[in-house]
Each structure stands twice: as C-alpha cells, then as structure tokens.
C-alpha cells in the first residue's frame, strides 16, 4: 500500500506500468492522482494574465494548433485508425510524433479507440456515446477512467508491431514535454502559456467536441446505425472532422467532406503530401455510397 503513490507516479511517465490496484475500477471512476498533470495543464491556462500578449504570441498558438490538428486528423484518425491512405515508415513516425506532442495520448492507444467507437457507436459499449452516458462523460470523462488508460493492442495488431510507435504509446508524456521545455527555451513562460498550454488545451477540447457535439447537434445526411451528425462549425473547427455523419456512413475515405462544398482542410492537406509523394494511395468516396441518401 505504501509504495502505491510512487506507482501512480511512475504511470504518469510510464504507461506500461500501470498498477494492479487499478485493473478491476469500473468505468464510471475517475482516477484523480492520474489526470491530475491534465488538470495542471488547464489550470496554467491562466498564466495568460500574467505574461505578454501579442499578433505573434497568438499566431504561435494557432500555428502550433494547425499543425497538431493536421496530426490528429490525417494520421491519428484517417491514417492509425482507418488506413485511409499508404505511407512509408519515416512519414509515418514523424506525424506519429506530432500527433504525440498534443497530449492526445500514443497513436495505438487513440486508434484503438477509435477503432471500437466505430464498432459499437452509441451503444453502451460506446464509452464516449453522449447518448449512453451523457454530454460531459463522453466530451472528457471517459478519459479520467482507469478502464480507458490501457492501450488495447488487440485492436491495432497492424500498427503496434513497430517498435517505435509502441515507444510513444508507451512513453506518452515525453514528447509533449519536449516539445514545453523547446518553447520555454526560445521564449520563456509566454511561449509556454500561448504555444503549448492554450495551444494545446484548445485542441484536445475541439477534438473531443467531434464525441460530444458531434453526436447531437448537425444534419443527418446518411441513415447509419448511430447518432452521428454533420455540423459545418466543427467541420471548420476541427479541419473536416465535423463532417461525421459522412465519415460514419462510409470510414474508409480519406475525405470526409464527401461534396465539394464541404470543406476538409485534411483531406487538402493530404492531396498536397499525395503530389509530394510522402503518401499514396488516397481511398475515395464510393459513388453508390455519394448517392445513397
């Protein structure tokens, strides 16, 4: 029992060892001690009060945003847990690593996730469905819950055999970290508050809003099996994922903004690393798929 905290501790740092005390916790327990580096982040927030404000302070934020959001969405999401697309090793770490630096946890363990969203999409296996459990458990709850920490690697056989994407999942704390102390060193505590805090806690919350709002609020073009909705706002937000009603009538595209009028800066941002060739092989929308509706 006494060794307890220091476990909890190493956890923070290292994924890998997770303490036994929390195998069995059901999935409604939030673990504080664990989130509470996450709760720290929002809170330094506030340091904006505090240090300078300026055009270039925030456009590091939205630079830093940009850039992250582009990891998330074409690789954490189209690429881990769609295979939307081909790339090589190289490509593939290197977004792995920017995708990492958002606090969004390892690229196995968001797939993973994803993978069984789209499995069980609202339905109470769902965890983040905001139907089965509600607005705010599925926008961020689901993630302060022991159950949901693990990576389930059953879920990503096809990427987890790579040992370098295993290292980040493992390690998930420390390019994030990195990437704070390289901000601190090139400007102090304001590149630090407007480059990693408020940079970073703006995208874990857009991201998450595609569980949330995603799910409730928008237009239901398709007649799937869930409650999944287009929404224009968090389409522009979170750079097409707010396309979802599209994306979960047919996620194996490499767009989700499956007409020309609805814009997916993602799937913009791929067509130009597809004419650099640093991949390949974008999936299209089906025609029978475009017309069933």
């Not at 220091?6 to 997770?18: I, M, S």
């Amino acid at each position: 029992m006494s060794n307890f905290p220091l476990k909890q501790l190493r956890y923070w740092f290292d994924t890998g060892n997770r303490p036994s005390s929390l195998e069995q916790d059901n999935n409604k327990v939030i673990d504080w001690f664990r989130i509470f580096p996450f709760l720290l982040m929002h809170i330094m927030c506030l340091g904006v009060f505090w240090v300078d404000s300026s055009l270039k302070l925030v456009t590091i934020a939205f630079f830093l945003y940009a850039v992250r959001m582009f990891a998330i969405t074409g690789f954490y999401h189209r690429y881990f847990s769609h295979r939307t697309f081909k790339t090589n090793r190289f490509v593939q770490f290197i977004f792995a690593v920017i995708g990492a630096s958002s606090v969004q946890r390892g690229p196995l363990w968001w797939a993973a996730h994803h993978r069984k969203h789209h499995r069980h999409s609202d339905t109470e296996n769902d965890v983040h469905s905001p139907h089965q459990h509600g607005f705010w458990w599925a926008h961020i709850g689901w993630i302060t819950s022991p159950c949901n920490f693990p990576t389930d690697y059953s879920q990503v056989t096809d990427f987890s055999k790579y040992p370098e994407l295993r290292f980040i999942d493992r390690f998930d704390t420390l390019i994030p970290f990195i990437l704070a102390l390289v901000l601190f060193w090139l400007g102090g505590f304001p590149y630090l508050i407007w480059g990693f805090f408020i940079s970073t806690v703006m995208l874990f919350h857009v991201t998450c809003s595609i569980n949330s709002f995603s799910h409730l609020w928008g237009t239901q073009r398709y007649n799937t099996s869930d409650q999944s909705r287009n929404n224009l706002l968090l389409a522009l937000l979170t750079f097409g994922e707010g396309w979802h009603n599209n994306h979960h009538k047919y996620p194996g595209a490499s767009r989700q903004g499956f007409f020309w009028w609805e814009i997916d800066l993602t799937y913009y941002g791929l067509k130009v690393l597809s004419f650099l060739r640093l991949i390949r092989d974008l999936r299209p929308v089906p025609d029978r798929v475009l017309n069933d509706y």
